[in-house]
């Protein structure tokens, strides 16, 4: 019903910057919280940043003051901007959204494809 497409994933130097973009398309009537989530070879899913419709953003400890979360609304897409990175940011990002669907008839919760992202130091 849902689809989340993920783009900007790639190799980046150590200290260097990446943008991962989040096009959500479908039966789409809203979209409430949008995030990206992380997970490195051997370790479990986690939450990297968190926006909601009202634009309240959270983020991993160990990711504050490097990157920041924005969304378009008009455009169903969400941003990651990483800044200064580090080889521990190594992972495959995955996208989520939530909301319902057109006609305020149901509710959905979608999961990207996923995109490399490789720092090397």
């Known amino acids: 019903q849902v689809q989340l497409v993920e783009s900007g994933g790639g190799l980046v130097h150590a200290g260097g910057s990446l943008t991962l973009s989040c096009a959500a398309s479908?039966?789409?009537?809203?979209?409430?919280?949008m995030g990206w989530y992380r997970q490195a070879p051997g370790k479990q899913r986690e939450l990297v940043a968190v926006i909601t419709s009202g634009g309240s953003r959270n983020y991993a400890d160990s990711v504050k003051g490097r990157f920041t979360i924005s969304r378009d609304a008009a455009k169903n897409t969400v941003y990651l901007q990483m800044n200064s990175l580090k080889p521990e940011d190594t992972a495959v990002y995955y996208c989520?959204?939530?909301?319902?669907?057109?006609?305020?008839?149901?509710?959905?919760?979608?999961w990207g494809q996923g995109t490399q992202v490789t720092v090397s130091s």
């Open positions: 479908g039966r789409i009537f809203t979209i409430n919280d």
């Open positions: 989520n959204a939530a909301g319902r669907v057109t006609g305020n008839s149901g509710s959905w919760d979608t």
